[in-house]
T-cell receptor
Framework: DTGVSQNPRHKITKRGQNVTFRCDPISEHNRLYWYRQTLGQGPEFLTYFQNEAQLEKSRLLSDRFSAERPKGSFSTLEIQRTEQGDSAMYLC????????????FGSGTRLTVV | RKEVEQDPGPFNVPEGATVAFNCTYSNSASQSFFWYRQDCRKEPKLLMSVYSSGNEDGRFTAQLNRASQYISLLIRDSKLSDSATYLCVGSSTSGTYKYIFGTGTRLKVLA
């Protein structure tokens, strides 16, 4: 399968715990995006990487959130001290250099904070 | 005001009907537009790009009106399998090509 892969698919955690999600983009795509989606809303942009460089971060990404893409391949999104408001679907997407041809999304990680 | 706005619906239509969704965007400098389809609890999937000249893919027709800053999607001969949420998407103008999503329009096609 050469699509975008995200792990885990589901994560239930207690409030205050740290969680980390992983995204493996399509191998030839150098652009990687993280989005968050809550019920009844469209995906909201969190952050963007071109290769290993994090080029843009949304104001939605508080200090408790950090993302990395150490070798320009897979990426991780970590949430520290989770809050109930962090419960959402976290979507990763990748695209080729051209950018204007649409993203390919992974199947997402659904986070539930209890 | 949201950058991309859609009527959330739901639109309930009988099988075989024609249904149209509109979407407005606020950033006149946006370059790229798309429609994505999202099934319940699944990831969004690219349905089609949207061009000023209009484009058609089978039963689906998308149109971009830059003067009025709206995008449309027309679905002809609706199938039960078309039931989903349709997300309108515009690109940012910051050069990162991040996409701005609308809240989505829910469509339910009834037998």
């Amino acid at each position: 399968d050469t699509g975008v892969s995200q792990n885990p698919r589901h994560k239930i955690t207690k409030r205050g715990q740290n969680v980390t999600f992983r995204c493996d983009p399509i191998s030839e795509h150098n652009r990687l995006y993280w989005y968050r989606q809550t019920l009844g809303q469209g995906p909201e942009f969190l952050t963007y990487f071109q290769n290993e460089a994090q080029l843009e971060k949304s104001r939605l990404l508080s200090d408790r959130f950090s993302a990395e893409r150490p070798k320009g391949s897979f990426s991780t999104l970590e949430i520290q001290r989770t809050e109930q408001g962090d419960s959402a679907m976290y979507l990763c997407a990748s695209s080729a250099q051209a950018g204007g041809s649409g993203y390919t999304f992974g199947s997402g990680t659904r986070l539930t904070v209890v | 005001r949201k950058e991309v706005e859609q009527d959330p619906g739901p639109f309930n239509v009988p099988e075989g009907a024609t249904v149209a969704f509109n979407c407005t965007y606020s950033n006149s400098a946006s370059q790229s537009f798309f429609w994505y389809r999202q099934d319940c609890r699944k990831e969004p999937k690219l349905l089609m790009s949207v061009y000023s000249s209009g484009n058609e893919d089978g039963r689906f027709t998308a149109q971009l009106n830059r003067a009025s800053q709206y995008i449309s999607l027309l679905i002809r001969d609706s199938k039960l399998s078309d039931s989903a949420t349709y997300l309108c998407v515009g690109s940012s103008t910051s050069g990162t090509y991040k996409y701005i999503f609308g809240t989505g329009t829910r469509l339910k096609v009834l037998a």
